[in-house]
């Protein structure tokens, strides 16, 4: 894990100076950014849809938008300078929905108080909310990587 907090570095390197902005300039949005990808999580899970019988999206749709949230963490971890996060993940919620509502939480608390506790208790929900999903550490990071590119690709064309 420790690895990917050097490769997203690179990444919002290239993106801000693509952009011409400073990374201390972004971080509301970043973390607005944050809780619209949790969002989108969710939809594709679809695990507080009790009104509908549609299924799940696949796996790989899902553990797409799963990785563009941990893009986004990541990024708030070198934002900090909190790149060391212990591998244990936070407790486990009953029920995925439950777990969305932890990293919701997870993410407010951030917002208010930016501090390295708040930001491990966040990064640590996150990962136990892949777990919950079926996602291993080595599913994150090939996945992980796998749209790192895309994102490089999508600044070079002008995205
Ligand atoms: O500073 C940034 C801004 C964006 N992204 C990545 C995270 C997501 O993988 C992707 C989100 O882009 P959309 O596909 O939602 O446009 O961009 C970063 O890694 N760092």
């Not at 939809?43 to 749709?61: I, L, M």
């Not at 996150?126 to 990071?141: F, P, R, V």
Request: glycine share 6%; net charge negative; hydrophobic share 35%.
């Amino acid at each position: 894990m420790e690895q990917l907090f050097s490769i997203q570095r690179q990444l919002d390197n290239k993106i801000l100076e693509e952009h011409g902005l400073q990374r201390d300039e972004v971080r509301t949005d970043k973390l607005l950014a944050l809780q619209v990808e949790i969002g989108e999580l969710a939809n594709e899970t679809r695990c507080f849809k009790y009104w509908s019988r549609k299924p799940a999206a696949d796996e790989g749709v899902i553990l797409e938008e799963y990785v563009d949230g941990l893009h986004f963490i990541l990024s708030l971890g070198i934002d900090g300078g909190w790149e060391k996060v212990p591998a244990q993940s936070a407790d486990k919620m009953e029920s995925l929905t439950e777990q969305f509502h932890a990293v919701y939480q997870a993410v407010a608390v951030f917002y208010t108080k930016q501090s390295r506790d708040s930001y491990l208790t966040l990064f640590q929900t996150y990962l136990k909310l892949g777990e919950m999903l079926g996602y291993n550490e080595q599913d994150i990071e090939t996945a992980y990587m796998s749209k790192n590119n895309i994102n490089h690709k999508r600044q070079n064309e002008g995205y």
